[in-house]
């Protein structure tokens, strides 16, 4: 019923900047979070950062200061800016959305595919 998918990933050198877009489609009557997760291997998956429909964010320790996430809620998609890339960042990232399917339901979380970002020292 919705779909999450991720683009924009990829290799960059450390100190690089990548941006992140996930765009969601389906039967969605709106859409009141969404966020970033990411996943390195052998660790667990961890929160990046999370927006609500009104533009509150807020971020892991980690990445504050370098990454920036921001939605078009025109479009059901949000974005995550990442600048001055650590080799510690490289994960699979995830998008989700809390998503409600009609006027009177509840809401659902939905998560994309994932994608891989790399950075290289």
């Known amino acids: 019923q919705v779909q999450l998918v991720e683009s924009g990933g990829g290799l960059v050198q450390a100190g690089g900047s990548l941006r992140l877009s996930c765009v969601a489609s389906?039967?969605?009557?709106?859409?009141?979070?969404m966020g970033w997760y990411r996943q390195a291997p052998g660790k667990q998956r961890e929160l990046v950062a999370h927006?609500?429909?009104?533009?509150?964010?807020n971020y892991a320790d980690s990445v504050k200061g370098r990454f920036t996430i921001s939605r078009d809620n025109a479009k059901n998609t949000v974005y995550l800016h990442m600048s001055s890339l650590e080799p510690e960042d490289t994960a699979v990232y995830y998008c989700?959305?809390?998503?409600?399917?009609?006027?009177?339901?509840?809401?659902?979380?939905?998560w994309g595919q994932g994608i891989q970002v790399t950075v290289s020292s």
């Open positions: 927006i609500i429909s009104g533009g509150s964010a």
């Open positions: 389906g039967s969605i009557f709106s859409i009141n979070a």
């Open positions: 989700n959305a809390n998503v409600r399917l009609g006027p009177s339901g509840y809401y659902t979380l939905y």
